[in-house]
Each structure stands twice: as C-alpha cells, then as structure tokens.
C-alpha cells in the first residue's frame, strides 16, 4: 500500500471513529488530507482480465471452426464457456468491488440511520484510488460529497439519485462496451444455432471477435501505454524524479508515433495533437514547473477520453442501420470533446481550449439532433442545452456548473450505451 493509501485509509477510519461517536458531522466538511499528491496510486494491470478475455476469445474461434466443420453442439459448449468467462471478467474488473459498496449503501437508505449510510461512504471513497490511473474519478468524488451534503440534510431522495450518479461515473466504457458487444453477439449466435443458422452464427461470432480482442490486448494497445507512461510521469513528477519525467514524456512520445495510420482520421489527428503537446512540455528547460504538472495531467485525461471513444466506437461499428450508426458516432464525438472541455474548465483554467472543446460538442449535438428523432431527440436536445449553458457560463463556473456538466457527460453515456 502506498503512503499516500496509507494516509487516505487512516483519514477515513478516523472520520469513521467520529461519526460514531458523534463529534463529527456527516455532512460535507469531512475530514480530508488536502496535502497528499494525487499522483501517488500505483497502476493497476489487467493480466487476470486480459488472459481471461484471450480465453474468451480461443472459445470463440473454436466456436467457428465447429461451426464449418458442422459439429454445431461442440459450438454451442464453446460459447457457453466463453458466457462463464464473461461473467468473471465482470466481477473481476477494477470498479467492481466500487459498485457492489455503492449498492450496499443504496440497500442500507431503505432502512438504515443516515450516519450508518455515510459510513459506507469510507470503502467507496478508499477504493477509488485503484482506479484513478486508468479511470477519471474527479466526477465520483463531487458525487461522494453532494452524498455526504444530502444526508447531512436527511434528504434520502436526493441522497439516492446521487448514488445513481456515482454508480454511472464509475463505469468502465473501455471494459464494459466492448464486453457487452462480445456478450450481445454470442447470444445472438446461440439463437442462430438453436435455428440451425450456420451462417448467421458465424457472422455474429466474427463480429464478436472484435470486442475481445480489444479487452485481451488490455494495456497493450499504443494509447493503453501511452496513458501508463502520462501517470508514471506524474508519479515522477510528485517524488521529485524530474529526469524521469523527461525519459517518461519521450517514451509516450515514441509510443503515440505507433498509432497505425489506419485509425479513423479524428484518431490521427487527437494523436497528433496530444505529441505537440508532448513536444512543448520537453522544450522546458526544467521539468519541475507547475505548467509540465499541468500538462501532463491534461493530457493523461485526453488519453482517457481518446480510449473510451475507441471503445464507444467499437461498440457501435456492428450496427447494420446506417442512419442509427452515423447518430451514434455523433454522440460519441459530443461526449469526447466535452470531456476534454471538463479539464481544461474545472482543473486548468485553459478557457480558450474549453470554449473551442463545448463549441465541438455544441456542434455534434446539433448534427445528432437532426438525425434523431421522438424521445431520443428530445434527450439530445436537453443535453445541447446544458452545454450551451455551460459555454455561457464558463468565465466563472459555479456548482451549477459543474452539476450541468455532470448531469450531460452522464446522459450521453446513457444515450451511447443504449441499443
């Protein structure tokens, strides 16, 4: 465990010691240990998931060889392993243990104190640091506090829709996509079979392929390493290690050099723009500066963000409707520029950067909204809303803000997810 772990958990018993004993408040002026960095968790590997995933995947191609060779029984027990597969690299995963605390404290607001609910607040709260290298976790930590504030007030309504809140910001698009696309696909195979479908049974498996392979490379990916070496460097960074900072930016440099030119066009051009941005933080003379800090956190965020379109997009490309599929990808690309916008907002102060990334999202939103149409258009159009409120509010950002930020990322998640 690291020091900085170390410090979190004892600030959280701590915090749990008062509430029992009723000397502390439940409300939003916990306890916090404001000093520590917040580059210090180590980085989580995947190898667990990774292998199970390459597993789920030799099902697969099993599943297909019986399939042409007519042994359509061997096929069928071939993806029903695979299903058992799914189901454990579902518990496995990294937010996992986060969500199952989050639904204790759900279960617990049905009948329990709102002291004892804020006590299952601390593991939710621990946990988070075993993600926060792969995962942006600013937005589950607003949540955790608005959860703190409406139990001080003994509102259990607003306590439960932010625990909804918290659960989908944990959300891990670049695991649960394509998982859901794989498990979605073998299904559909299933059925196939069951209709002596041969035909129809391979092909779904084909496109099944692509969601497993994308989880079986886990870090392996030119993105997935350029994201470890970003946080790395922030590690660096925090211990003082500013030689390793410089060694850390080059070898994301040279990695992000080795995304294929058969990317889709956007994807080229982000990684483009992510080593510019990498080459003007190696011009520093120093690496120990405030600004190298700030832009390597920036751009370890738009790693994040250019990982979970790859995913969105992945989980989508299967579509056969032309006209669902293009407004899919219109939300995918509202989504990421306005989680680029968040960043550059809320932690850098970069208005120029946040007003170009909102008036992108501004502008898929639109296309979305004249491609969609009844209920879904008129979630589009609610989002485009707060996005636009957002723009004209950027100069001095408040808790409203921030709310209508929240509450759009979290919908357009929503909308992307739904089939």
């Known amino acids: 465990m690291s020091l900085r772990h170390q410090k979190i958990v004892m600030t959280l018993l701590v915090t749990a010691i008062l509430l029992f004993s009723g000397t502390l408040s439940i409300g939003s002026e916990t306890v916090t240990d404001t ?4 580059h210090a968790a180590p980085i989580p590997s995947q190898p667990s998931m990774s292998a199970s995933a390459s597993k789920v995947l030799r099902n697969i191609v099993n599943a297909r060889a019986s399939i042409h060779m007519g042994e359509l029984n061997q096929a069928e027990r071939e993806l029903y392993a695979a299903m058992k597969l799914i189901e454990y690299i579902k518990a496995i995963r990294p937010s996992t243990q986060i969500t199952d605390h989050i639904w204790i404290a759900e279960k617990h607001l049905e009948s329990q104190k ?3 609910v804020a006590l299952d607040l601390i593991p939710i709260e621990i946990s988070l640091t075993d993600i926060e290298a792969v995962h942006q976790i600013q937005q589950a930590k607003r949540h955790i506090e608005n ?6 007030k003994q509102d259990m309504e607003s306590t439960r829709k932010e625990l909804i809140r918290l659960r989908e910001s944990l959300d891990q698009t670049e695991v649960d996509l394509p998982l859901n696309s794989t498990e979605d696909h073998i299904s559909k195979a299933l059925k196939q079979l069951a209709g002596n479908d041969k035909t129809g049974a391979d092909n779904a498996l084909r496109e099944a392929e692509a969601g497993v392979r994308f989880i079986s490379l886990g870090n392996s990916t030119p993105l997935s390493k350029t994201r470890r070496l970003l946080w790395q460097a922030l590690e660096d960074f925090s211990a003082g290690h500013h030689l390793a900072v410089k060694a850390g930016l080059t070898k994301a440099l040279n990695m992000l050099g080795k995304i294929e030119s058969a990317s889709d066009p956007k994807s080229m051009h982000e990684a483009q723009r992510l080593r510019s941005e990498i080459n003007e ?7 120990n500066t405030p600004e190298v800090e700030s832009g390597i956190t920036g751009l370890w965020h738009r790693t994040v963000a250019l990982i979970e379109r790859e995913a969105e997009n992945l989980y989508h490309a299967w579509r056969d409707q032309q006209t669902e599929n293009h407004l899919f990808r219109q939300l995918i690309d509202a989504r990421f520029h306005l989680f680029y916008a968040g960043y550059d907002l809320f ?3 970069d208005l120029e950067n946040a007003e170009g990334e909102l008036k992108e999202s501004i502008n898929y939103l639109r296309e979305a909204v004249s491609t969609a149409s009844g209920l879904r258009k008129e979630r589009i159009l609610a989002i485009r809303k707060d996005v636009e409120s957002i723009l004209n509010h950027m100069e001095d950002p408040d808790t409203k803000t921030r709310q209508e930020y929240d509450d759009a990322l979290a919908e357009l998640r929503r909308l992307i997810k739904e089939k």
């Open 114 to 116: 709102p002291v004892e």
């Open 147 to 152: 959860t703190r504030s409406h139990l001080a």
């Open 281 to 287: 933080l190696l011009q520093y003379e120093e690496q």
């Open 347 to 349: 932690e850098s102060g």
């Open 35 to 38: 000093q520590v960095s917040i």
